[in-house]
């Protein structure tokens, strides 16, 4: 994968670089901490500027994330009512509990979406919860902006820093996505179980 990112980095330029962060907010397996990493390497060699390579890839992630979020947002959670009902068993929640998280995300949901643009692995994900719970656009833009700016930052200096090695760049990440779908599947366990026994308990 990395060969075929370097040859349309090094063909398409900047243009390049947005349209596979465009990607990679689509379609997750394409990951930016490949992507990133060798625009920075570009920029390092002086076939690319650093901050031009920043910005085409935040906003080709930034294209990504509102796609996500006005998609989510025209189906809506009021749609899903029915399944959250029928399977929240499973889905490990409740109505009650999806009428708070819209109260939360009205209020809090700018923290949560910048957070969540930090974290490897869910960071294309964060755009589907904000849009089916109705986030404000301008509050979601700007948070996602921020924190999608510094993760390409982040990423693009680690590559321009690096240079020839784009590997290590995915072995210091890589730990990191791990770790984050182990606390995902361990939240989800746990919510599981408690989920259950508080039915239990009603009954």
Request: zero cysteines.
């Amino acid at each position: 994968m990395s060969d075929w990112v370097i040859r349309l980095i090094e063909q398409s330029g900047y243009l390049g670089v947005a349209f596979l962060m465009f990607l990679e907010t689509i379609f997750p397996p394409i990951p930016s901490e490949v992507i990133m990493p060798i625009a920075g390497m570009a920029a390092a060699k002086g076939k690319l500027g650093f901050i031009p390579v920043v910005a085409s890839g935040t906003a080709g992630a930034m294209l990504g994330n509102t796609v996500w979020y006005l998609a989510a947002r025209a189906l809506g959670v009021h749609r899903l009512k029915p399944l959250i009902i029928r399977y929240g068993r499973w889905l490990t929640i409740s109505w009650p509990e999806v009428e708070r998280a819209e109260r939360w995300f009205a209020q809090q949901g700018s923290f949560f979406v910048f957070f969540g643009r930090l974290l490897p692995t869910v960071r294309s994900l964060v755009s589907v919860p904000a849009g089916l719970l109705r986030m404000r656009f301008k509050s979601f833009f700007f948070a996602s902006l921020l924190g999608t700016g510094i993760w390409t930052t982040i990423l693009a200096g680690a590559g321009y820093k690096l240079q020839n090695n784009v590997t290590e760049v995915e072995q210091m990440v890589g730990p990191v996505s791990n770790a984050v779908l182990v606390v995902l599947a361990l939240g989800y366990v746990w919510r599981l179980w408690t989920h259950r026994h508080q039915k239990h308990s009603e009954d």
